[in-house]
């Protein structure tokens, strides 16, 4: 399975920017899918996941009500809406698949990664 992450920029506090994961040489709606982020000198965190038939979503405490995660299986493709952007959201995102139809918040579990996109808010 590969994973091709992009959407990331930079956008001023209180923007909203779409990140999108496209998955390929797998059966995607057989993954559970996350999403992680890591700034600068702080580790790898979680951010968001979503169940393989996107009705389960989970998201970390610090997002809740400004992150939607979403998928389009047809598509192979998750996303991640992020509005009201806040300098502390500047960090590289990551997509991630794990091979199970349910999320787990520890980046351990799952199986495979994208490359990284930059999102970087201003203040």
């Known amino acids: 399975v590969q994973l091709q992450a992009c959407g990331g920029g930079l956008v001023q506090a209180g923007g909203s920017l779409r990140l999108s994961c496209a998955s390929s040489?797998?059966?995607?709606?057989?993954?559970?899918m996350g999403w992680f982020r890591q700034a600068p000198g702080k580790e790898r965190e979680f951010v968001a996941a979503?169940?393989?038939?996107?009705?389960?979503?989970y998201y970390q405490d610090s997002v809740k009500g400004r992150f939607s995660i979403s998928r389009d299986n047809a598509k192979n493709t998750v996303y991640l809406q992020m509005n009201s952007l806040k300098p502390e959201d500047t960090a590289v995102y990551y997509c991630?698949?794990?091979?199970?139809?349910?999320?787990?918040?520890?980046?351990?579990?799952?199986?495979?990664w994208g490359q990284g996109t930059q999102v970087t808010v201003s203040s």
């Open positions: 991630a698949a794990r091979s199970v139809s349910y999320y787990d918040t520890k980046e351990e579990s799952y199986n495979y």
């Open positions: 040489g797998g059966t995607f709606s057989n993954y559970a």
């Open positions: 979503i169940s393989w038939g996107g009705v389960r979503t």
